[in-house]
């Protein structure tokens, strides 16, 4: 696992021995990254169920202004803090060590506005899309402008989006796995 581009370009990785986290390929990261290489400069970026941190550290290498990294496991959020060390990141990249939704709830009260992009990539097969996606519809951490986008297995079932005010842009389908692109839908405000 490396950077792929930016500030960081070509650095290596740490992760995690073992199934603990299940890091996205740098040839998926690469093609996310592509698809929203315009958005990424001077964003606020946060990368929930974060892992090792590659999603959000190549973010910042691509010019985000501020990561914020939210992951339960304290290895992998350990793993995170060494990885923003070994890629002179620390500056802008903030590691929040708890479960997401209690991160998100955190992040709300502090940012207190919308963040420009939204990454999940919640372990597959738990619910965790729907939980996260059902916080977020009522968040003032979604704003008008601001992309979710959610890795998920190609099986995952995502009909329940529409009716928690997401509207799918875009999907960008690999072997086993997705990326999913949404945006709140016109009029669908937080409560």
Same mark, same amino acid.
């Given at each position: 696992?490396? &950077?792929?581009?930016?500030?960081?370009?070509? !650095?290596?990785? !740490?992760?995690?021995?073992?199934?603990?986290?299940?890091? =996205?390929?740098?040839?998926?990261?690469? =093609?996310?990254?592509?698809?929203?290489?315009?958005?990424?400069?001077?964003? !606020?970026?946060?990368? &929930?169920?974060?892992?090792?941190?590659?999603?959000?550290?190549?973010?910042?290498?691509?010019?985000?202004?501020?990561?914020?990294?939210?992951?339960?496991?304290?290895?992998?959020?350990? &793993?995170?803090?060494?990885?923003?060390?070994?890629?002179?990141?620390?500056?802008?990249?903030?590691?929040?060590?708890?479960?997401?939704?209690?991160?998100?709830?955190?992040? +709300?009260?502090?940012?207190?506005?919308?963040?420009?992009?939204?990454?999940?990539?919640?372990?597959?097969?738990?619910?965790?899309?729907?939980?996260?996606?059902?916080?977020?519809?009522?968040?003032?951490?979604?704003? +008008? %402008?601001? *992309?979710? !986008? &959610? +890795?998920?297995?190609? %099986?995952?079932?995502?009909?329940?989006?529409?009716?928690?005010?997401?509207? *799918?842009?875009?999907?960008?389908?690999?072997?086993?796995?997705?990326?999913? /692109? /949404?945006?709140?839908?016109?009029?669908?405000?937080?409560?």
């Amino acid at each position: 696992m490396r &950077v792929i581009a930016g500030s960081a370009r070509r !650095i290596s990785l !740490i992760s995690l021995k073992g199934m603990e986290t299940r890091p =996205t390929l740098d040839r998926y990261k690469e =093609t996310l990254f592509n698809t929203i290489q315009t958005e990424v400069p001077g964003s !606020i970026f946060v990368d &929930v169920f974060a892992g090792c941190g590659g999603i959000g550290i190549e973010a910042l290498s691509r010019g985000a202004e501020r990561c914020f990294f939210l992951e339960h496991n304290k290895k992998a959020a350990e &793993v995170i803090r060494q990885n923003l060390e070994k890629t002179h990141l620390s500056e802008r990249g903030e590691v929040m060590a708890m479960d997401a939704l209690t991160g998100l709830q955190k992040l +709300e009260r502090s940012l207190q506005g919308p963040a420009d992009i939204l990454f999940l990539d919640p372990p597959y097969g738990k619910g965790l899309e729907q939980m996260a996606m059902g916080f977020l519809s009522r968040s003032g951490l979604m704003g +008008e %402008d601001t *992309l979710l !986008i &959610v +890795e998920a297995s190609n %099986d995952t079932d995502f009909s329940f989006a529409g009716e928690l005010g997401f509207a *799918l842009t875009k999907t960008k389908d690999y072997r086993s796995n997705r990326h999913l /692109f /949404f945006v709140k839908k016109s009029g669908a405000g937080s409560d």
